[in-house]
């Protein structure tokens, strides 16, 4: 094996997965089309599990593309205080865990571990649904100790992923927040929220709701590949359109930023959005924390064994030599001539079109608790 394409300063269990993604490029198994990850990772915190280590001495082993499961639920929480320094949120709520999306970069993806799954294909296939999710917050909303600040529905994964079809888990946590006049920020790469533009409309008119709209590229064939089951560039850009048009104040999400794949795309994406009515925008740069690096790995070369090398170098250069970095202020951002150029694009194109000049907040004045304690059920 080409030491240069992997990580380094792997782990004995990090060599192992690492070796897993290569067997699988040399085995050349049929790509899972509709799928980001083509494989489960190992799950850190599971002692037995089956995984695929040596395909040549097994027979009846196959990663299908599975249908998606909905795993039905009651959660004990909803909403979760974000300590993170680099994010800009204080709270979280996500009414979905895992996402069929297929996002190949995502960082959610070693969270779903912790319900105990793999990051790889269990992340997309196996989909927890957390019915109560509309009930925890409205009891979480009635609680005197809450002091009013904006809520981001969908600080994990997408609240308007395909299981929001079904269950409209989103539409209902929204309803609970128009009721209590309770702000909340938006951040989906799916056209489906323009089926709740009505109530948007209505909370924008008081100043109760914010929505970014995640592209990382205008390119239908590296999205099709990349983030597998979002709705295209141009759909993106009609959500901006629409709901700016209904009063929405709405802003574009471009991450992660990949140099060697779509890094030189961010002028044209910013300039997209603001025609499209984005009045402000975000970004973050690529970094491969935990089972991510694996799958991304395994992912690039196979889409992409041309400029693989080249690619998976520049995210090194731009983290101390690492894919993986957890360092606060830096991890979201990356370090280096690379990292350096993208912020310098960022700045430069956001001026150019008139991005995040304005002085905008969401309203926390508003806020009330409708009812008594008995109007929880």
Same mark, same amino acid.
């Given at each position: 094996?080409?030491?240069? !394409? $992997?990580? %380094?300063?792997?782990?004995?269990?990090?060599? &192992? @997965?690492?070796?897993?993604?290569?067997? =699988?490029? /040399?085995?050349?198994?049929?790509?899972?089309?509709?799928?980001?990850?083509?494989?489960?990772?190992?799950?850190?915190?599971?002692?037995?599990?089956?995984?695929?280590?040596?395909?040549?001495?097994?027979?009846?082993?196959?990663?299908?593309?599975?249908?998606?499961?909905?795993?039905?639920?009651?959660?004990?929480?909803?909403?979760?205080?974000?300590?993170?320094?680099?994010?800009?949120?204080?709270?979280?709520?996500?009414?979905?865990?895992?996402?069929?999306?297929?996002?190949?970069?995502?960082?959610?993806?070693?969270?779903?571990?912790?319900?105990?799954?793999?990051?790889?294909?269990?992340?997309?296939?196996?989909?927890?649904?957390?019915?109560?999710?509309?009930?925890?917050?409205?009891?979480?909303?009635?609680?005197?100790?809450?002091?009013?600040?904006?809520?981001?529905? !969908? $600080?994990? %994964?997408?609240?308007?992923?395909?299981?929001? &079809? @079904?269950?409209?888990?989103?539409?209902? =946590?929204? /309803?609970?927040?128009?009721?209590?006049?309770?702000?909340?920020?938006?951040?989906?790469?799916?056209?489906?929220?323009?089926?709740?533009?009505?109530?948007?409309?209505?909370?924008?008119?008081?100043?109760?709701?914010?929505?970014?709209?995640?592209?990382?590229?205008?390119?239908?064939?590296?999205?099709?590949?990349?983030?597998?089951?979002?709705?295209?560039?141009?759909?993106?850009?009609?959500?901006?359109?629409?709901?700016?048009?209904?009063?929405?104040?709405?802003?574009?999400?471009?991450?992660?930023?990949?140099?060697?794949?779509?890094?030189?795309?961010?002028?044209?994406?910013?300039?997209?959005?603001?025609?499209?009515?984005?009045?402000?925008?975000?970004?973050?740069?690529?970094?491969?924390?935990?089972?991510?690096?694996?799958?991304?790995?395994?992912?690039?070369?196979?889409?992409?064994?041309?400029?693989?090398?080249?690619?998976?170098?520049?995210?090194?250069?731009?983290?101390?030599?690492?894919?993986?970095?957890?360092?606060?202020?830096?991890?979201?951002?990356?370090?280096?001539?690379?990292?350096?150029?993208?912020?310098?694009?960022?700045?430069?194109?956001?001026?150019?079109?008139?991005?995040?000049?304005?002085?905008?907040?969401?309203?926390?004045?508003?806020?009330?608790?409708?009812?008594?304690?008995?109007?929880?059920?």
């Amino acid at each position: 094996m080409d030491n240069r !394409s $992997g990580p %380094t300063g792997k782990s004995k269990l990090q060599q &192992q @997965q690492h070796n897993v993604s290569a067997n =699988l490029q /040399e085995e050349a198994v049929q790509y899972l089309t509709g799928r980001g990850a083509q494989f489960n990772t190992k799950n850190r915190f599971l002692k037995d599990e089956k995984v695929k280590e040596h395909p040549e001495g097994i027979d009846d082993w196959s990663e299908e593309n599975s249908p998606t499961q909905y795993l039905v639920q009651q959660s004990k929480t909803i909403v979760n205080k974000v300590t993170s320094e680099d994010v800009g949120m204080q709270y979280s709520m996500n009414p979905y865990a895992g996402c069929e999306h297929g996002c190949i970069y995502c960082y959610a993806r070693n969270v779903h571990e912790y319900w105990g799954y793999s990051a790889g294909l269990d992340f997309e296939q196996k989909i927890i649904i957390k019915k109560n999710a509309p009930q925890l917050l409205r009891k979480f909303l009635m609680h005197p100790k809450w002091e009013c600040t904006p809520i981001m529905l !969908s $600080g994990n %994964t997408d609240c308007y992923q395909p299981a929001e &079809q @079904q269950y409209r888990l989103t539409r209902a =946590l929204l /309803e609970v927040c128009n009721e209590f006049n309770q702000p909340v920020g938006i951040l989906t790469k799916n056209s489906r929220i323009l089926k709740d533009k009505d109530l948007l409309q209505e909370m924008a008119k008081k100043q109760l709701v914010s929505a970014m709209v995640s592209i990382t590229s205008l390119d239908e064939d590296l999205r099709r590949v990349m983030e597998p089951r979002t709705t295209t560039a141009k759909q993106k850009l009609k959500v901006i359109n629409e709901l700016s048009n209904a009063g929405v104040r709405m802003g574009v999400m471009m991450g992660p930023m990949i140099p060697g794949l779509n890094e030189h795309e961010m002028q044209r994406i910013m300039k997209a959005a603001a025609d499209n009515g984005a009045t402000f925008t975000a970004y973050t740069f690529i970094r491969l924390n935990g089972a991510v690096q694996f799958l991304f790995h395994d992912w690039l070369y196979k889409n992409f064994p041309d400029r693989a090398d080249k690619v998976w170098h520049l995210i090194e250069q731009s983290h101390g030599g690492k894919v993986n970095d957890s360092r606060p202020g830096v991890r979201m951002r990356g370090e280096g001539n690379i990292a350096q150029m993208v912020a310098q694009q960022y700045k430069k194109y956001g001026k150019l079109y008139n991005m995040n000049v304005e002085e905008w907040r969401l309203n926390t004045s508003i806020f009330k608790r409708p009812g008594a304690q008995g109007s929880l059920f």
